[in-house]
Every structure is written in structure tokens, then in C-alpha cells.
């Protein structure tokens, strides 16, 4: 009889756990077991394509690992910085989430939902080694970042009280070619979330350097779709249990760890709930 009351609840516990995230997303990847994630291929260190020819990175680890906790298996498709919100926005979503350097911001927020931030940057400029001298130099030069994204915003701006009253940000389409505008001189420094500089950065070790301090915080979401409270309860919910069992960190220190090829030291924790 008490094996029959274990069992018994123990299916209750899995009904329970089944109606508490109810809705759409979560109910499609339960029923499919399978979990659709928009990743980017040209964002290194968090997704890219690797010597291997094979689609790596620490979006790539986290989304894996999402998936496997809620018994799916994960689907990728490549998203930019032109598509990674649309396909979210589609009935139904091309995807069910989006990992892809994404920060959370209040304008993008009134298009799609987020996830609880799973990953702390900031923005930082990349230059050639020796060439900014004092971080008012980069007033005068030409400046590189990425179509799409807030980071030609906040360079502008940053330039304007540096003195430049009319600054001139290139934006390039994706992070390859806005690097290959810098090592081809046609910008002189480049900007964007530091951890992607580095990447770059570290593909030709000791020709380019990160100037100045951040100019912006830079938190990262998880895009997911507008109001599906459910589905955006069950990726927090997940997110928090990888920090709990030490999991996350694992990941992160796979790609950011002090022994990796993008050292970069963690500047906050998780969110967590009682």
C-alpha cells in the first residue's frame, strides 16, 4: 500500500508540475519534445562555428542544457542581429527562444519577453595595440559596430562627450564583418559587448587591445515570446536550478574561466527566488 501512495504521488506531483506552466510554448515542446532555440553563428564566444566545423559556444552549452532539463531535444537555428527578435514574434514563433548576445533592454521588452539575465556585459571599444593613447582619441577616429543593435547608440552618445558633435558609427552586419573592418583599417576601433571583442581579438593574439572603460551595462536575456508568463517561468525556473547545482558555472567557466581563451571575470549572480 505505501508503494502504491509513493507512486501515486509522485504522479501527482508530475500533473502538478505539468498545469503550473500550462501555456502554449511550454505545451508544444512537452508535446513535440522538441525545443527550437535561435542561435547566432558569427558571435564568438557564444555562438560560432569552431576548426571543427562545428556550432559551439556558451549559447550553444546553455541552450543544450535547458533543453535536456525539460526533456527535449534542441532544435538550432541561426539568427542575426536583423532576425533574432521576428522570430519570436511569428504565430507561431520560428523559435521558442533566442540565445544570441542579447541584451535585455526596455525597447526590445515592449516587442518580446525575456528571460531573468543569464549573462553580465558591458560595452567596451576594440582597437589596434598602441594606437589610443588617451581614451579622447577615439573623438577623431572612424568607429565600427554592428547594424541592429544598441551599441552604435550608446558609441554615439559616448563620442558626442568625448567632443565629437557629430559622430559617425559605421554599422557593419554582424560581428565578422565589423572585425574585418577594423583589421582592413577602414575603422580604426571597433565597438560592442566586451566578451564578443575579445573573441575577436583573441583570434589574432597580441595585435589588438580593449581601450577605456565600460560604457554601458550590457545584461543578457533570453528572448522568448510576448505574454506566455508559463513558458518564461519554466526558462527561469531552469536558468535558476543550473546556478543552484553549480551547472552554470560549469559553462561559464568552460568559455569565461580564468583558464580559458576569453577570461572574463563574472561581475554579478544570478537572480535567484525563494
Do not use: C
Amino acid at each position: 500500500m505505501r508503494v502504491l501512495k509513493i507512486t501515486a504521488l509522485a504522479a501527482l506531483l508530475v500533473m502538478a508540475a505539468s498545469v503550473a506552466f500550462a501555456g502554449p510554448t511550454y505545451d508544444r515542446v512537452m508535446s513535440t519534445k522538441v525545443l527550437k532555440a535561435g542561435i547566432t553563428n558569427q558571435g564568438i564566444p557564444f555562438g560560432f562555428i569552431d576548426d571543427k566545423n562545428e556550432w559551439v559556444g556558451f549559447d550553444v552549452d546553455m541552450a543544450t542544457e535547458i533543453a535536456k532539463r525539460l526533456g527535449a531535444t534542441l532544435e538550432k537555428t541561426v539568427v542575426n542581429n536583423n532576425t533574432r527578435i521576428s522570430f519570436v514574434q511569428t504565430n507561431p514563433p520560428k523559435v521558442d527562444m533566442v540565445l544570441s548576445n542579447m541584451t535585455h533592454k526596455r525597447v526590445r521588452d515592449e516587442k518580446i519577453d525575456f528571460s531573468i539575465t543569464y549573462f553580465f556585459d558591458g560595452q567596451k571599444f576594440l582597437a589596434k595595440k598602441g594606437t589610443v593613447k588617451d581614451i579622447k582619441d577615439l573623438a577623431s577616429m572612424k568607429v565600427g559596430s554592428m547594424q541592429g543593435t544598441t551599441s552604435i547608440v550608446n558609441a554615439t552618445e559616448y563620442l558626442k562627450g568625448l567632443g565629437n558633435a557629430d559622430p559617425k558609427v559605421t554599422g557593419y552586419d554582424g560581428e565578422v564583418a565589423m572585425f574585418e573592418a577594423l583589421r582592413s583599417g577602414r575603422v580604426q576601433a571597433i565597438t560592442t559587448d566586451s566578451t564578443i571583442l575579445l573573441g575577436y581579438a583573441a583570434k589574432v593574439p597580441g595585435q589588438f587591445e580593449l581601450v577605456g572603460e565600460f560604457i554601458s551595462d550590457e545584461p543578457y536575456g533570453i528572448g522568448l515570446p510576448q505574454d506566455d508568463s508559463a513558458w518564461r517561468d519554466a526558462i527561469n525556473f531552469t536558468i535558476q536550478d543550473m546556478w543552484k547545482d553549480g551547472t552554470y558555472m560549469t559553462i561559464y567557466n568552460k568559455w569565461f574561466g580564468p583558464d580559458s581563451a576569453y577570461p572574463f571575470p563574472m561581475t554579478s549572480k544570478i537572480e535567484m527566488w525563494p
